[in-house]
């Protein structure tokens, strides 16, 4: 039910999302832009993470989320009005965030395309994750 009214809120704003989509490349990485990483612990050990990213889950293994604990958890690594990128194993779960981020709650997104797996496919090393 609650992916059933999130699917709902963020269709029904997406036309008005000002966000930025930017393919990811390892030169993106070199910016000084914070970058949150919303995959499942599992994908973290996984892949390892980007060096620097501050890990942040949003969907778990079952697809649930909790808003609240996520914004927590955000607001404790960005300021609402500094820049940050989100970035997820393929850009799929990013999208959605970014827009409900941008669009209803003010935050300066730029959803990073193509995730973890084009970095990794451009020859980016991740690190590995740290609990």
């Given at each position: 039910m609650k992916k059933i009214i999130l699917g709902l809120l963020l269709l029904g704003t997406s036309l008005f999302a000002e966000l930025q989509n930017v393919w990811v490349t390892p030169d993106f990485l070199k910016k000084d832009?914070?970058?949150i990483d919303v995959r499942t612990p599992g994908e973290w050990k996984e892949t390892g993470?980007?060096?620097?990213?501050?890990?942040?889950?949003f969907f778990d293994e079952k697809g649930r989320f909790n808003?609240?604990?996520?914004?927590?958890?955000?607001?404790k690594v960005v300021k609402?009005?500094?820049?940050?990128?989100?970035?997820?194993?393929?850009?799929?779960?990013?999208?959605?965030?970014?827009?409900?981020l941008?669009?209803?709650?003010?935050?300066?997104?730029?959803?990073?395309?193509?995730?973890?797996?084009k970095l990794m496919h451009e020859g980016y090393k991740p690190v590995a994750y740290k609990p």
């Open positions: 832009i914070k970058i993470i980007v060096k620097g990213a501050y890990t942040i889950m808003v609240p604990k996520f914004l927590e958890q955000l607001d609402k009005d500094e820049q940050f990128a989100l970035i997820c194993r393929t850009g799929s779960r990013t999208t959605e965030i970014s827009k409900f941008s669009s209803q709650l003010g935050y300066k997104v730029i959803n990073l395309k193509g995730g973890m797996k």
